[in-house]
């Protein structure tokens, strides 16, 4: 019994400074590391994101370890098996695969990647001021939005390739015209929501004018849906590149996405698969990873999920 | 008195992520028969947990659930969960904060009470009907049968309440547990929800467990108080000995820093200091003893047992202050 | 009295729901607020106590109505005045929780106000003029770099008090400012309010709905119901003698944490629910709850007038 143990002495008064004051136990963490804590949990998502580090690296650095250059034709050694040579074959004009392949690679990335940046800044801007100024500005954008969205995109990008030269400035162009309309709708969701909380009412108490009050409240709260839109964003792009291009749309000989590859190789898949099977792989791992990714970036990011 | 439930050394704990919430830590209460009892505290303190783990509806995990909770002389954290389906409802009945999410948006009001009769006391559904009507008007709801048919969304925010008044108690329950019931009201709704309630108790003789905050409601319509700090209770009594000869700092505490419509505006209002502890890292003694006018060296590492107060059964209280060797305080404040 | 600080007059804000109906949250108050002084709005939800509040620091346009600071209509000034206006008239907020942007540390959301108004000359000075009113609101000056989440409701509600500190304001409206916090808590963020108000000469207008908090801290309080003002008096002299019944309701329905008081004392329970403001009832909009409604309330609206010196109540059958 811990009753023997005590002594009057312990009945003493404890001064201020004894008592232990108000301690804040657990560390300082800002909401895009507690963000980052839980991706890390999520194996699925890592692995994800290894793998895209991982093809981003050798899509970069590819063709300087590459043995031969995409565009060098051998006719003397056309449509040959993966050698130690050729590390993935090489194609109907004897240009070497692997070469080929990390080029392609490369295109589809870039439009990706370049399709989702413009979606990112027309989209936040037109939404951001869509959700903000609402009322009759937010009717006439949004009408213009619903417009866009209603004409089938396929045929847009289709007339546009035709008027302009196939090339992978034009695809951009192309898939961007109404690819933003989501993330603007997005991004006009979650300001909406966000511009009756009682932060966004403080700093208007302030003084604070509609773009401090845009790019330091709205935007950074609405960053986890956005981050998101992105991630999920770049896959359809190179999706959508890779179907022009089986289209024969894409990007002109000798410059290659893996789309084109596709499509050259289709022609004599049951005789020479490997042509197909490299570009094949490599964009159905990249797809993978960004849905994986994306999805994992979403449960980390998804305040619901906080506690 | 015929004790209806007894909870010996309840603990609850939750995984999180960069340790373990130690949200109730050994707690011991009894409910006697149509008993109002009020577990009051702060958010935070594990009242609430500790009333969902009466009912088992904390899952688990993430939920670590120890102890013993005897209910009519059965155990309930031995039950399973077909078992428990057939004690909630018609054994315990409970009332939520918030009306608005707690009833299902899709059935009628009826249908919601009906579901319970026919399931737990194998009704026909004209008796059931017959039952719910009734029961809506013991909650004084006007217009009961045509309210029957109507959704919760047609209900204004009082009648949800009373609405779910009429679910919890349709079974006949020996047992309701009211967390925050009115806290998301108006006080002149406030006023209807407790008078509803304190008029059932009597009629139907059922015990009461009033979760609450506001020390207001617990004068009003408890016969028992069981104060909770911190995952722990630190005093329990009668309403009459809690209100009016408050042992424990934190009763204390609490009573003072409440301005009442007949204080003088000069008086100041005396507020505790600081803020709850991390229940991450509870403090090994006294958990009040950060925020205690009276903490003594022994409060930093001894944790006060709940003890009878001038061996008085029915009223205790979990304070150093109370053992011999501790100096009388200079003056007793008044409450 | 001295010369009224904020004069609030006719002030009337209606919400254009579509479909022809229209939500008047607040319908024609007036009332004044001299310096120094705290004047308390009570009212069940619904009553438009909030929207008073953000309608009278022209977070909201009125819909007619005016409110002068200092003699000026707020509703007409543009460009610099504007800009000192929001200065002068600060808000603490109700849900600490909500009203600290969350991505920012506390040194900005603080160093925000300085910002705007350009306050603080250099990162140094600004970092100076946080920490001091982080100290100024009892909390520790070290945790300027966390963020929100990372403290507590009342400490949160001490960072938002900071914030509208920060322009060194002359009024600030506390909508709800301790209704979110716990018992214990809520005491000290009302002494840090009232000492405050000492140090500072500042001048409150405080919403709530929380009775005893009202009278402890009020000089005067209005009562409102449905966007309108039903009584307004001396804080002692409204709580002492109620002269509208909804008062009287009010008051009677507050429990009062003492078994002797509650086993004694006669209520009165309000039958009914708070009619819609979007639809309100004609004549005295009390009258469908009222225990003491005739005919003529069903017709004839009542007035606000002065019952007693200081003390106005909109009832025909007011008694003092």
């Known amino acids: 019994m811990k009753e023997q143990t005590l002594t009057p002495s312990d009945f003493e008064k404890l001064s201020q400074d004894e008592k232990q004051g108000e301690i804040v136990v657990r560390e300082s963490i800002s909401a895009w590391k507690d963000a980052w804590l839980r991706l890390k949990t999520n194996r699925m998502a890592m692995i994800s994101l290894w793998i895209l580090a991982f093809i981003i690296l050798v899509t970069i650095f590819g063709q300087l370890i590459a043995t031969h250059d995409y565009r060098t034709q051998d006719l ?15 194609d109907s004009l004897g240009r070497d695969m692997f070469s080929r392949t990390w080029m392609g690679s490369g295109i589809s990335l870039q439009v990706g990647i370049y399709a989702a940046l413009v979606d990112l800044v027309v989209g936040v801007i037109m939404g951001g001021i869509m959700g903000y100024f609402g009322g009759k500005v937010d009717e006439v954008l949004n009408r213009f939005c619903e417009i866009l969205y209603s004409i089938p995109s396929l045929l847009v990008v289709i007339l546009l390739i035709v008027v302009m030269e196939p090339s992978m400035f034009t695809i951009i162009v192309a898939l961007s015209i109404t690819g933003w309309i989501n993330m603007a709708w997005i991004v006009r969701g979650q300001i909406m929501q966000l511009k009756n909380q009682e932060y966004v009412l403080a700093a208007r108490s302030l003084g604070a004018g509609p773009s401090r009050i845009l790019l330091k409240h709205l935007i950074p709260n609405a960053m986890g849906p956005i981050i998101v839109t992105i991630t999920m964003t770049v896959p359809n792009a190179i999706f959508a590149e890779a179907f022009l291009s089986f289209l024969g749309l894409g990007v002109q000989s000798p410059a290659a996405s893996l789309g084109t590859l596709i499509n050259d190789a289709i022609k004599a898949m049951t005789v020479y698969p490997w042509r197909m099977l490299f570009p094949a792989t490599l964009i159905s791992l990249t797809m993978l990873c960004f849905n994986i990714f994306g999805d994992g970036l979403r449960d980390a990011l998804d305040p619901k999920m906080k506690k | 008195m015929e004790r209806l439930l007894e909870v010996n050394d309840l603990r609850v704990n939750f995984k999180v992520r960069g340790g373990t919430v130690q949200a109730v830590r050994g707690v011991n209460f009894h409910i006697n028969k149509g008993e109002a009892v009020a577990i009051v505290g702060e958010s935070g303190c594990g009242k609430s947990v500790t009333a969902q783990t009466l009912m088992r509806l904390i899952p688990s995990p993430p939920a670590m659930t120890s102890g013993s909770i005897m209910f009519k002389g059965q155990e309930i954290l031995s039950k399973t969960a077909k078992e428990m389906e057939n004690i909630r409802g018609k054994e315990m009945g409970m009332i939520f904060q918030d009306p608005m999410t707690s009833l299902n948006p899709t059935l009628t009001i009826g249908r919601q009470i009906t579901e319970g009769l026919i399931k737990h006391q194998n009704m ?3 008796a059931a009907r017959a039952r719910a009507i009734e029961m809506l008007s013991l909650v004084g709801i006007p217009n009961p049968a045509a309210r029957f048919n109507q959704y919760p969304h047609e ?3 009082g009648m949800r309440q009373r609405g779910m008044i009429a679910i919890a108690l349709a079974c006949n329950p020996s047992l309701l547990i009211a967390d925050e019931p009115t806290t998301a009201l108006d006080v002149t709704i406030q006023a209807q929800i407790l008078r509803v309630m304190k008029d059932l108790q009597e009629r139907m003789g059922t015990s009461i467990i009033l979760i609450t905050h506001d020390l207001g409601v617990v004068a009003d319509i408890c016969d028992r108080v069981i104060v909770m700090y911190a995952g722990k209770v630190v005093e329990s009594g009668t309403k009459w000995e809690i209100f009016k000869n408050p042992k424990h700092p934190y009763t204390k505490g609490l009573l003072r820093s409440v301005p009442r419509l007949d204080q003088r505006k000069d008086e100041p209002l005396i507020p505790i200091f600081g803020t709850p502890p991390d229940l991450i890292k509870p403090p090994a003694g006294c958990s009040f003893c950060a925020r205690c006018d009276e903490a003594m060296r022994v409060c930093i590492d001894n944790d006060p047992e709940l003890l009878p ?3 008085n059964e029915s009223h205790t209280s979990a304070c150093w202050m109370a053992h011999p060797y501790a100096k009388p305080a200079k003056q007793e404040v008044s409450v | 009295m001295s010369e009224p600080l904020v004069k609030v007059n006719n ?9 022809g109906n229209i939500l008047k949250a607040v319908n024609e108050i007036d009332f004044s607020i001299a ?6 709005v009570v009212g069940e939800s619904g009553c438009g106590k909030s929207t008073a509040g953000r309608t009278i620091l022209r977070l909201y346009e009125p819909t007619s109505g005016s409110v002068t600071f200092n003699g000026e209509d707020i509703y007409k000034l543009k460009g610099a005045k504007l800009k000192q206006m929001r200065r002068d008239m600060q808000m603490i907020f109700q849900d600490p929780y909500a009203s600290l942007n969350p991505r920012m540390t506390i040194t900005d959301v603080i160093g925000e106000a300085l910002d705007i108004h350009g306050l603080a000359a250099s990162r140094a000075e600004r970092k100076r003029r946080v920490e001091d009113l982080l100290d100024l609101v009892g909390l520790n000056p070290d945790h300027a770099t966390r963020y929100p989440h990372e403290f507590s409701g009342g400490q949160r509600q001490r960072i938002g008090i ?23 808590i809520q005491a000290q963020v009302v002494n840090l309010m009232q000492d405050l108000q000492r140090k500072m000469g500042l001048t409150y207008l405080f919403i709530a709905h929380d009775l005893s908090m009202v009278k402890h801290i009020s000089d005067r309080v209005a009562v409102m119901y449905l966007g309108k003002i039903v009584e307004l008096a001396e804080s002692s002299e409204l709580y002492g003698s109620p002269a509208h019944p909804y008062t009287r309701a009010l008051l009677s329905a507050n429990p009062i944490p003492d078994p002797e008081i509650e086993a004694t004392r006669e209520r009165i329970v309000l039958t009914g629910d708070l009619p819609s403001p979007i639809n309100p009832p004609s004549g005295c909009q009390f009258h469908t709850r009222c225990p003491m409604a005739t005919d003529k309330c069903k017709t004839v609206e009542p007035k606000l007038v002065e019952v007693k010196k200081g003390h106005y109540a909109s009832c025909h059958y007011a008694s003092v």
């Open chain 2, 124 to 126: 026909s559904a004209s």
């Open chain 3, 11 to 19: 002030l009337r804000k209606f919400f254009n729901l579509g479909g």
């Open chain 2, 155 to 157: 209900f204004s925010g």
């Open chain 3, 35 to 40: 310096k120094g002084e705290t004047v308390g």
């Open chain 1, 76 to 90: 003397q050694s056309t449509n040959m098996a993966p050698s130690s040579d050729h590390w993935f074959g090489t």
């Open chain 3, 162 to 184: 900071a914030r509208a500190l920060a322009v060194d304001p002359k009024f600030i409206i506390a909508d709800e400012p301790i209704s979110a916090l716990d018992v214990s």
């Open chain 2, 309 to 311: 107060v001038d061996g």
